[in-house]
T-cell receptor
């Protein structure tokens, strides 16, 4: 149980283009989803928190117009990196949290490696 | 802001040895979690701790929630090559079942390498 998937697992794009990353909870309903980015040899940095049907809450320093988050259903959240630049290259990981004793914890997806040329 | 100090930063051990790592904070947490991250993958939840003093095992892994609620440790017994990876502690101030509305604060990670 508590399986979270991400798609794509890796993506290479040209500078200036937009990239969409999907995060799905496969066997539970995620009332809250989180988006993190991770640079090599570093810890996870929370970018934003989203509740289904509500606007995402962004962490300080994260541009909401650049990192668009949509949590349209209880099993799907998307992160769109708009007008990507090389400095946006990173490992993006989503996390989902459901309800009930077992699923009321953060379970992570496998991550998406974004490389911007 | 809240910070977690995780140590050691890295460990290189022989297969079969026991491993211990810990996290400390100046703040009180009501939830402690331990995750393992393999290269190129997302973190996988190993153990969740919700009560001060709680000692929980998951196979060869044992973790404890410090009585002061400001620390936690993770032990791995009889290490094997597949234990290689980065281990993260994470703390949260909200209690389990209260909606877990708090954010997770992550430690810097402990990189474990096991020599066969």
């Amino acid at each position: 149980g508590a399986v979270v998937s991400q798609h794509p697992s890796w993506v290479i794009c040209k500078s200036g283009t937009s990239v969409k990353i999907e995060c799905r909870s496969l066997d539970f309903q995620a009332t809250t989803m989180f988006w993190y980015r991770q640079f090599p040899k570093q810890s996870l940095m929370l970018m934003a928190t989203s509740n289904e049907g509500s606007k995402a809450t962004y962490e300080q320093g994260v541009e909401k117009d650049k990192f668009l988050i949509n949590h349209a259903s209880l099993t799907l959240s998307t992160l769109t990196v708009t007008s990507a630049h090389p400095e946006d290259s990173s490992f993006y990981i989503c996390s989902a949290r459901g309800s009930g004793y077992i699923y009321n914890e953060q379970f992570f997806g496998p991550g998406t490696r974004l490389t911007v040329l | 802001g809240q910070q977690l100090n995780q140590s050691p930063q890295s460990m290189f051990i022989q297969e079969g040895e026991d491993v211990s790592m810990n996290c400390t904070s100046s703040s009180i947490f009501n939830t402690w979690l331990w995750y393992k991250q393999d290269p190129g993958e997302g973190p996988v939840l190993l153990i969740a701790l919700y009560k001060a003093g709680e000692l929980t095992s998951n196979g060869r892994l044992t973790a404890q929630f410090g009585i002061t609620r400001k620390d936690s440790f993770l032990n791995i017994s009889a290490s094997i090559p597949s234990d290689v990876g980065i281990y993260f502690c994470a703390g949260r101030t909200s209690t389990h079942g209260s909606g877990n509305t708090g954010k997770l604060i992550f430690g810097q990670g402990t990189t474990l390498q096991v020599k066969p």
